[in-house]
Every structure is written in structure tokens, then in C-alpha cells.
């Protein structure tokens, strides 16, 4: 039955495209194409392949469909069958170049003045392609976020710099991270959303630490302090502040003792691994004599426990 239903969608897909090529002939009495007309009939073929799930022509016809439309000078239709082109990549399975097509997309709509669709886009296309490609993925959070920037939407902004920033930490990009983590900071000052702020510097503070450099993590520490009155006042400082103190005097047993506090290990779970590797095993002993040395807690945290360490997340993904 199906079989049958799909034979009826593609010779009806075929009529419509010869019915569309037909419309873009010329003659000595019809000087121009019937743009409109054969747009009209390939999009309804295109609908056509797309049912009868022949992916590769849907494909092929909506790039051509595309053509069509940027020449009669509407971007944003283009910008659409560029994204069915895209969709019905991603059907066959072909990733990188579906990601081209979305990247296109977004081009188009940018030129059309759809800054706002072409944001939407973006955002929403990075997470299919972090799998086959982070660098993708933050190359389409940054043009999302630069898109909303433009369009003076800071707080989507801050959140898509963010996001840019826990995709380059997972490729174990430091500086592109913390780069994009000062950028953060900074359009958060501006909206003054000094509640998100904390959470930012401590993983400013904490890709210091993996550098290496107790001495600059000190720095952030110490300005937020004096720059942030919300962060002073934060109930998590004083975690952050015993770690710091911890790196300062290169205790290596006092560094894994307060690394396992429950708030360390409730934040971003790429930070939660990389904080493990300074973790040591705990003796018989160590747990004696530390059983009573309570970290500060907080409500936020109270109810959390100390997840368990894996031999075997030593590496960046």
C-alpha cells in the first residue's frame, strides 16, 4: 500500500517539475520566466520527494528551488528551502554537509534583515551537530549570539556565549573558553544580572586552576570580590576561597579534600571531571582524621553527595 502511495507522490512530483520547467522557458513572445509559477510548482514537487521519502531529490530540487527564489530576490524563501535542503541531508546522513546548508541559511537570512530567524536558527541547529563536530557547534552559537547582540537581546546573548564556552571547554580549548567566559561576564555586567555573574567567574577561576596559574585565579577572585558586591555576599565564595587557599599553599591532600565538596561536584559536569583529576584516593586514615572538618555548606548543595570518582575520565573529550 505504501509502495503504491509513494509511486503516486513521485509521478505527481515529476509532473510538477516538468510542469515548472515549463515556466522557465523562453520564447520569442515570453522574453522572461514565470519565476512565480515554477517556484510554485517545484515547491509542491518538493513536498512531493519529501512524503514519498525520496530524501536525495527533495534535496537536490530544494537547492535548485533556492536558486529560483534568491533570483527573483526573496532571501528568506531561499533561506527556507535551503533548510528543507538541509533537513533532508541530515536524512541520508551526510552531517557535514547539512551543516553547510543550515550555515546558508542563516547567510540568507541575515541579507533578507531576518536577524531574528537567523538566530533561531542558529541556536537551535548547534546541539544536532556537537557529536560530529564542536567546533560547528560554537562557530553556530557565536553567529547566534553576535545575531542577538545586533539586535540588543543581551541576556540571549550571554547565554549563547555561555554555550559557545561549554562546547570549547569540552574540546579542551582553555583560552577560546576563557575568552568566551569574559565575554560572558562582560554582557552580563551590562544588563547588570549579577546572580548569573558568580557562576561565570567561578569557572573563570577554575580554567586558571587547570593552567596551572593559582596566581591569576587569585586575581578574578579578588576582583570579583571588589568589583561584585553580589559575589562577596554569595554563599558559595567561601568554597571557592578554601580552594583557592589550598592551591596557594600547594597542598595537594587539602586540594583533593575540599575539590570533593558537594557544590563542586553540582556545576557544569565538564568542570566536575576535570576537577576529579585532583582527587586523590582516600585512605582509611584520611577519612578519620577527616570526618569531622566540615566544608561550608548551603541550602543549594546541602542534599547533594560527593559523586563517585572514574578511573577512566582522566582525558578531554
Request: charged share 30%; aromatic share 10%; with cysteine.
Amino acid at each position: 500500500m505504501f509502495n503504491v502511495n509513494f509511486s503516486a507522490k513521485i509521478k505527481e512530483a515529476e509532473e510538477h517539475i516538468r510542469q515548472g520547467e515549463k515556466y522557465l522557458k523562453t520564447s520569442f513572445l515570453k522574453w522572461k520566466p514565470d519565476l512565480d509559477s515554477a517556484i510554485d510548482e517545484f515547491d509542491k514537487a518538493c513536498t512531493c520527494y519529501r512524503v514519498a521519502e525520496k530524501y536525495e531529490k527533495c534535496r537536490d530540487l530544494s537547492l535548485r528551488l533556492a536558486d529560483l527564489q534568491i533570483q527573483k530576490g526573496t532571501p528568506f524563501f531561499a533561506a527556507k528551502s535551503y533548510e528543507q535542503a538541509a533537513q533532508m541531508t541530515q536524512q541520508i546522513q551526510d552531517l557535514l554537509t547539512a551543516s553547510k546548508y543550515y550555515d546558508r541559511a542563516g547567510q540568507l537570512y541575515v541579507e533578507g534583515g531576518y536577524r531574528d530567524s537567523a538566530a533561531i536558527l542558529y541556536e537551535r541547529c548547534a546541539p544536532q551537530f556537537q557529536q560530529l563536530n564542536r567546533s560547528i557547534s560554537i562557530d553556530f552559537y557565536l553567529k547566534a549570539a553576535r545575531l542577538a547582540e545586533q539586535e540588543e537581546k543581551l541576556y540571549q546573548a550571554a547565554d549563547l556565549y555561555e554555550k559557545a564556552a561549554m562546547q570549547a571547554i569540552r574540546m579542551g580549548n582553555y583560552q577560546q573558553t576563557t575568552e568566551l567566559l569574559e565575554t560572558t561576564t562582560n554582557t552580563l555586567t551590562k544588563l547588570e544580572r549579577f546572580d548569573r555573574i558568580n557562576r561565570v567567574i567561578l569557572y573563570r577561576i577554575l580554567l586558571k586552576l587547570f593552567n596551572d596559574d593559582s596566581v591569576a585565579a587569585r586575581n578574578i577572585f579578588d576582583q570579583a570580590c571588589q568589583i561584585y558586591p553580589t559575589f562577596d555576599r554569595w554563599e558559595e565564595r567561601d568554597h571557592i576561597e578554601l580552594l583557592l587557599d589550598a592551591f596557594d599553599q600547594d597542598d595537594k591532600d587539602l586540594i583533593s579534600q575540599r575539590c570533593q565538596s558537594p557544590y563542586f561536584m553540582a556545576i557544569e559536569p565538564e568542570f566536575v571531571r576535570l576537577i576529579k583529576r585532583w582527587i586523590r584516593p582516600t585512605t582509611k586514615t584520611q577519612t578519620t582524621n577527616n570526618i569531622n572538618q566540615q566544608q561550608p555548606t548551603t541550602s543549594s548543595t546541602s542534599g547533594i553527595k560527593p559523586i563517585q570518582l572514574d578511573d577512566d575520565e582522566d582525558d578531554i573529550r
